[in-house]
């Protein structure tokens, strides 16, 4: 296999150049290509722009299926040569090429599987981005743990404790920001058993972080029927954040609705990924954590408190994950539910392996994920030619190409993993 | 990865022997432990389930109201709530001693043989993967291709009764193997963790199945709008062992002898000795001259056929009325915990299966005469495994010195 020589490569010096960007382009492309090839969809697709409470109305867009498909083909041809073109100059797949592609890409196959019906672009994306939040949650999360040296697994179980804790302690105070405040609380604290194990007894933190989840599972579930279930009122009626359309913003055709009309939640989100990608790369916080992560010995002898650094950092992955977990609760669905989350923290962690253990990387995963989970729901209604559970598999998928290195390379941090004994 | 451990300068942990890599330390810890700390994590996890049934209960939450004027209500209250729930999960996976006859008294027990046999076979598939240093969570993904496939078999195929049912457990063993085989050898050539890979395999095995069992070309029962396959044929469905009356059938017989052939296979044969090198240390197993890929490849695909056979154990033995998307009944992830406890011995998992069969077999008696939910069982179980991968944790609580007699 090639990943030997690219093994020995990475240990060794200066990176080469990544031809899988190219590649990839170009197998998605041709991909594209045959499917509007060999299965032409006759009609014309409308693609509604404006959501119906929108001030300036956008006209709908209806354009012929196939030639507008085979319109967009020629894009992806057009980004695939581009990045040919710079791989043989020696220079990366840069990341707009790559937004560029994945919406070029995205459309042409849209435009094609929606032939003779009409897709709401503004609830397509609009409900990507509501199912993304607590995925967007989590992956920052698990970038934070994974970076500092501990691996995350039990971001699901973060999620699904700050659920239940949100829905409760809403629900008993009335206030919804104290449900937030409890949600945080809750993923930390399910964060402090993970450290205390992970750094403190050196128990294996996969093993911590997935006993972790069905704890949390078994906890929720229990307490759920036992207390919430009968005392519905009471216990399981928050309130919920409502929508906060921001003054400007929320006006601009398209991206005012998807973007600008949430609840203070996802503006936190916003705020929350500006801060954590500059952070983690531009404050002495950030530097400490990832010296931390990839190389603990020499953060050591610097004068790093190794699993003091280890845990803070978790603690804060952990009330940012529990954060998460209120957006099902307090926006989502105003009650909780056993098993709510349904796993996303396990697509959280897909998330944070596609997104290479960036924070601005693994939240653009994540939002894709969330594209794909919902625009299945939106193929699905409208009836096209891919089975659900195909669109669905999608993350899970990517994400195994992920760690087999078949998209990029994806490299966690040094001493993940490793807990730290001072020697 | 290595890691230079030095004896610590601390007393707080046991003075420990270098780690060779980040999974091998704990898993050897985990797989050496001692049995008393096996024990005592069992004890104190029963005491926080405890705890937590009488928390929540309505009468003990109302006495605690006025506890300091009639303290004694409030005891007997708490007490009622947990006697009463181990006694019913006694009942329920035991004996029945509220049963009026022999037979009916002794049904429990054979409960628990049958809730425990797909726990001891997939536990052993966990182990084994353990034993190498691998770890095996996609039992989930594994059970529902081993079931798909078993059950496939099981109604589409006429065949007399032994020959079909063999064919058709060969069938699931096969799916689990391959699936699982596929972590290993995408661990061995690319070097992807198996626990993300599983992760993921679980969620594509789940909508491969579901979508299989939404297309009446594929699994779907002829007419049915349901995620459902035909019920199996009789010829294809494992016997019962002790009449009709019992539920206890061939799975458990097969999960035991599972057990014999793990345990000559990791003990006396020269594979088991490559694969328990490899778990200790893959470096200096590779230096030996073996093949640490192959290894992997082929510690997981024997995971994958254990967790396979319980897989098929759920289709054409517990129940065969169809496959389903939901017919690993979570014993995928149970298994994880039993080979924890069983430390990942072919004996140990076999005592850790029948107490988790013992757990789920008196669980749902619990839950129907005590109104105690399910998930309690959930609870202990994961505090069970949290402690027992923490022995300075329990010789913490215990007391017990810092390095106990072996």
């Not at chain 1, 498909?69 to 980004?79: E, G, N, R």
């Amino acid at each position: 296999m090639s990943t030997t020589i690219e093994e020995t490569r990475l240990a060794g010096v200066p990176t080469v150049v990544d031809r899988k960007g190219p590649v990839i382009f170009a197998v998605l492309t041709v991909a594209l290509a045959l499917i509007v090839a060999l299965a032409p969809q006759p009609g014309d697709t409308t693609f509604r722009l404006a959501a119906d409470s929108d001030f300036a109305q956008l006209p709908a867009l209806t354009v012929p299926s196939t030639a507008t498909a085979w319109l967009l083909v020629l894009a992806c041809v057009l980004s695939t040569a581009v990045a040919i073109l710079r791989y043989l100059r020696q220079r990366p797949t840069p990341l707009w090429l790559v937004v560029v592609f994945a919406v070029a890409w995205m459309a042409g196959f849209l435009t094609w599987a929606a032939a003779g019906a009409t897709i709401p672009v503004v609830g397509l994306l609009g409900g990507s981005l509501a199912l993304a939040v607590p995925l967007v949650f989590g992956a920052l999360g698990g970038v934070l743990g994974e970076r500092a040296g501990v691996v995350n697994i039990a971001i699901d179980g973060q999620l699904l404790a700050g659920a239940f804790a949100a829905a409760m302690i809403a629900s008993l105070v009335g206030s919804t920001w104290a449900g937030l405040v409890a949600a945080m609380l809750a993923g930390l604290l399910v964060a402090l058993v993970l450290g205390v194990f992970a750094i403190n007894y050196l128990v294996d933190q996969v093993i911590v972080g997935v006993v972790l989840n069905v704890l949390v599972i078994g906890l929720t579930s229990f307490m759920f029927t036992q207390v919430l279930a009968p005392n519905d009122a009471t216990l399981n009626s928050p309130p919920r954040f409502t929508a906060l359309p921001v003054p400007v913003l929320g006006e601009i055709p398209l991206i005012g609705p998807i973007f600008f009309r949430q609840t203070i939640i996802v503006y936190l989100l916003y705020a929350l990924v500006a801060v954590i990608a500059w952070g983690l790369y531009r404050t002495r916080w950030g530097l400490r954590v990832r010296a931390v992560g990839e190389h603990p010995q020499a953060a050591d002898t610097v004068g790093i408190k190794i699993n003091r650094t280890r845990l803070r950092t978790i603690l804060l992955a952990g009330a940012i994950a529990g954060a998460g977990g209120a957006f099902y609760t307090l926006v989502s669905v105003p009650q909780f539910n056993r098993e709510m989350t349904g796993g996303a923290g396990y697509i959280a962690l897909a998330a944070v392996i596609f997104g290479k253990w960036d924070p601005i990387r693994a939240t653009l995963a994540a939002l894709l994920f969330g594209f794909a989970s919902n625009l299945q729901g939106v193929l699905s209604v409208i009836g096209s030619p891919v089975p659900s559970q195909f669109m669905l598999m999608l993350p899970y998928v990517v994400t195994i190409f992920a760690v087999a290195g078949l998209v990029g390379r994806s490299r966690a941090p040094a001493a993940v993993g490793t807990p730290y004994e001072k020697g | 990865m290595s890691n230079p451990v030095t004896s610590q300068d601390h007393p707080p942990a046991e003075p420990e022997a270098p780690e060779p890599g980040r999974m091998h330390g704990v898993l050897h810890k985990i797989t050496t432990g001692g049995t008393l700390v096996a024990v005592l994590s069992v004890l104190l996890a029963v005491f926080f389930g405890s705890l937590l049934i009488a928390l929540t209960d309505e009468r003990v939450r109302e006495t605690a109201g006025y506890l300091f004027s009639r303290p004694g209500d409030f005891f007997q209250a708490t007490w009622d709530a947990v006697w009463g729930a181990y006694t019913a999960l006694f009942r329920g996976s035991i004996y029945n001693t509220r049963a009026e006859s022999f037979e009916t008294a002794i049904r429990p027990l054979t409960d628990t043989f049958k809730f425990a046999g797909p726990l001891i076979a997939a536990g052993l598939g966990v182990g084994v993967a353990f034993r190498a240093g691998l770890f095996n969570i996609g039992g989930r993904g594994q059970m529902l291709l081993a079931g798909a496939a078993a059950g496939w078999v099981g109604y589409q195929v006429e065949l007399p009764w032994p020959l079909h049912l063999t064919l058709a457990i060969a069938a699931g063993m096969l799916a689990g193997a391959l699936w699982g085989g596929l972590v290993g050898l995408l661990k061995a050539r690319t070097g992807a963790h198996e626990v993300i890979v599983t992760i993921m395999l679980n969620y594509v095995a789940f909508y491969l199945v579901f979508f299989a069992l939404s297309r009446q070309s594929l699994l779907q029962a002829p007419g049915s709008a349901n995620a459902k396959s035909s019920p199996m044929r009789e010829s294809a469905t494992m016997p019962k062992l002790l009449g009709e009356t019992y539920n206890l059938h061939l799975g458990f017989l097969l999960a035991l002898v599972a057990v014999l052939v793990v345990w000559w296979l990791l003990n006396r044969s020269s594979l088991g000795f490559r694969i328990r090198a490899v778990g200790e240390n893959p470096s200096a197993a590779r230096g030996a001259g073996i093949d640490v890929g192959r290894i992997y490849v082929t510690v997981m695909l024997i995971s994958g056929a254990l967790i396979g056979l319980a897989g098929t154990n759920q289709v054409l033995g517990t129940v065969t009325s169809g496959i389903t998307v939901d017919l690993d009944a979570g014993i995928g992830f149970d298994a994880i915990t039993v080979a924890l406890l069983g430390r990942s011995r072919p004996l140990g998992i076999l005592g850790a299966g029948l107490l988790f069969g013992a757990f789920k077999a008196g669980g749902f008696a619990m839950q129907a005469s005590q109104d105690i939910p399910v998930d309690i069982v959930l609870v202990v179980q994961s505090l069970i495994v949290l402690f027992i991968a923490a022995p300075p944790l329990i010789r913490a609580v215990f007391r017990l010195p810092a390095k106990e007699a072996k």
